[in-house]
């Protein structure tokens, strides 16, 4: 009985997470849509730049995903070059890094972003793929990592799972 309600408590946080993740940064457009849907829509709409400036940026769900900081919150500072770059692969600018695991970015289209981080050459494979949208002054990045090949609906190792990576802009700064 503990076993069970330590999985309901951490489901219900988990969905606490990725509810308030969701609050910051999705642009407003595409707000409590479904992701695929979002990220078709934004697919069609003329390209915008973010504005460079400070985002504030949320990590929600899988926890297997950190945030550069190395918590579930991270301030990122873009100049405006960095702004241009960033639809191109958001992970990189908002994810720690993952050893042995290479990018596949699919090219931005209208304000939608996706790609994948796969990692083939570790103990236990892992892939990271996800699907965004930004406009001018926030983003939002959906995605899902498995482990193995043998994860589906009914099967998850621990640290698998949606996870939504969230930002908005909140000031200027300087590099």
């Given at each position: 009985?503990?076993?069970?309600?330590?999985?309901?408590?951490?489901?219900?946080?988990?969905?606490?997470?990725?509810?308030a993740?969701?609050?910051?940064?999705?642009?407003?457009?595409?707000?409590?849509?479904?992701p695929?849907?979002?990220?078709?829509?934004?697919?069609?709409?003329?390209?915008?730049?973010l504005?460079?400036?400070?985002?504030?940026?949320?990590?929600?769900?899988?926890?297997?995903?950190?945030?550069?900081?190395?918590?579930?919150?991270?301030?990122?500072?873009?100049?405006?070059?960095?702004?241009?770059?960033?639809?191109?692969?958001?992970?990189?600018?908002?994810?720690?890094?993952?050893?042995?695991?290479?990018?596949?970015?699919?090219?931005?289209?209208?304000?939608?972003?996706?790609?994948?981080?796969?990692?083939l050459?570790?103990?236990?494979p892992?892939?990271?793929?996800?699907?965004?949208?930004?406009?001018?002054?926030?983003?939002?990045?959906?995605?899902?990592?498995?482990?193995?090949?043998?994860?589906?609906?009914?099967?998850?190792?621990?640290?698998?799972?949606?996870?939504?990576?969230?930002?908005?802009?909140?000031?200027?700064?300087?590099l």
């Amino acid at each position: 009985m503990r076993l069970r309600t330590f999985f309901v408590v951490s489901a219900m946080a988990a969905a606490s997470a990725l509810a308030a993740c969701s609050e910051i940064g999705s642009p407003s457009s595409q707000a409590g849509s479904d992701p695929r849907a979002a990220f078709e829509a934004a697919s069609l709409e003329t390209p915008i730049s973010l504005v460079a400036g400070l985002y504030e940026v949320r990590l929600g769900g899988a926890t297997l995903l950190e945030l550069k900081s190395g918590s579930r919150t991270h301030e990122v500072c873009l100049n405006s070059y960095d702004a241009m770059q960033f639809p191109k692969d958001p992970l990189s600018w908002t994810a720690e890094t993952w050893e042995n695991c290479s990018s596949e970015l699919d090219a931005p289209k209208g304000n939608g972003m996706s790609g994948a981080r796969v990692c083939l050459e570790r103990k236990m494979p892992m892939t990271a793929r996800y699907t965004g949208t930004h406009d001018a002054e926030t983003f939002r990045i959906d995605g899902l990592i498995k482990q193995g090949s043998g994860e589906n609906e009914s099967v998850m190792h621990l640290g698998s799972g949606n996870f939504i990576i969230s930002g908005k802009r909140v000031g200027d700064c300087s590099l």
